[in-house]
């Protein structure tokens, strides 16, 4: 089964000062295939201290690889989380995910976490319109699969 047309995948996270940047950058580089582009912006706390929103973004055919490697990487009762959940997860082109920063620290994609420990927001823009009950096949078929390179 063709993988839907997808045109780019955005990831973005804040860094707290008590977090070590690197080690969620290390975990996104696991999911992330190609050029990633990468922006930074930095906020302070209300007592000043600094949080870090670090934006990345893969485009063409290298965002299609990182979303057929996100798939592939979630267990089974995470992808039935996401396909049981497609409805509210699709807006127009896109389909919205969380996953768990320290989950991902810790080698795992885990979906929709409790807000403790911070999120990793994960947007999947498709080239044209996508509708649930199709993405949810093609999402049980390519990780009951396994098939090619992740």
């Keep these: 089964m063709e993988v839907p047309p997808v045109s780019e995948v955005r990831v973005e996270f804040y860094v707290y000062p008590t977090e070590e940047e690197e080690r969620v ?8 295939s190609g050029n ?3 922006s930074e ?5 209300h007592h000043g201290y600094p949080i870090k929103l670090i934006k990345l973004k893969v485009s063409g ?3 299609a690889a990182s ?7 979630l267990d089974e009762r995470e ?4 396909r049981g959940t497609l409805e509210s997860r699709i807006e127009g082109r896109e389909l919205y995910m969380r ?11 885990d979906v929709n976490p409790d807000p403790v420990g911070g999120q990793v927001r994960v947007v999947v823009r498709f080239r044209r319109r996508v509708r649930p009950g199709p993405l949810g096949e093609w999402l049980a078929q ?3 699969s396994q098939a090619g390179p992740v």
């Design 41 to 45: 912006k930095i906020f302070r706390s």
């Design 67 to 73: 979303f057929l490697r996100i798939i592939r990487l």
């Design 99 to 109: 996953l768990d920063k320290q989950g991902l620290v810790e080698g795992r994609l």
């Design 79 to 82: 992808l039935d989380r996401v």
């Design 142 to 144: 390519v990780h009951r």
């Design 61 to 63: 055919e290298k965002a």
């Design 25 to 32: 950058l290390e975990g996104l580089r696991r999911l992330l």
């Design 36 to 38: 990633v582009e990468r």
